[in-house]
């Protein structure tokens, strides 16, 4: 078993910054993959980003990348979001999640975990 707890939502203004964390705990946190995604009101959930057990992969949905950057402290057994230049678009609730297979793919079914989502809003 796996928990997942995330913090850091909140109300941003356009062009803000965030930084979402997920502590894990249950099994060994370096042994698989994480990934953040987000749900919209009225919209299916999406990925957003995903790393590796070693941070040495990572991947990012077109509409964040260059603004958004997921890593990792296998240390502190967390993992993190850092978003940047926020869009209205952007809100939305955001969970993250973790594949024991240390494989990352987009579709949700994949996810082992997740956790309860924190709520960020973009407001313009």
């Known amino acids: 078993q796996v928990q997942l707890v995330e913090s850091g939502g909140g109300l941003v203004q356009a062009g803000g910054s965030l930084r979402l964390s997920c502590a894990a705990s249950?099994?060994?946190?370096?042994?698989?993959?994480m990934g953040w995604f987000r749900q919209a009101p009225g919209k299916e959930r999406e990925f957003v980003a995903g790393i590796s057990w070693s941070g040495g992969r990572r991947y990012y949905a077109d509409s964040v990348k260059g603004r958004f950057t997921i890593s990792r402290d296998n240390d502190k057994n967390t993992v993190y979001l850092q978003m940047n230049s926020l869009k209205p678009e952007d809100t939305a609730v955001y969970y993250c999640?973790?594949?024991?297979?240390?494989?990352?793919?987009?579709?949700?079914?994949?996810?082992?975990?997740w956790g309860q989502g924190t709520q960020v809003t973009v407001s313009s």
């Open positions: 999640a973790a594949e024991l297979r240390d494989t990352i793919v987009v579709v949700t079914s994949h996810w082992d975990y």
């Open positions: 249950g099994r060994t946190f370096s042994s698989y993959a």
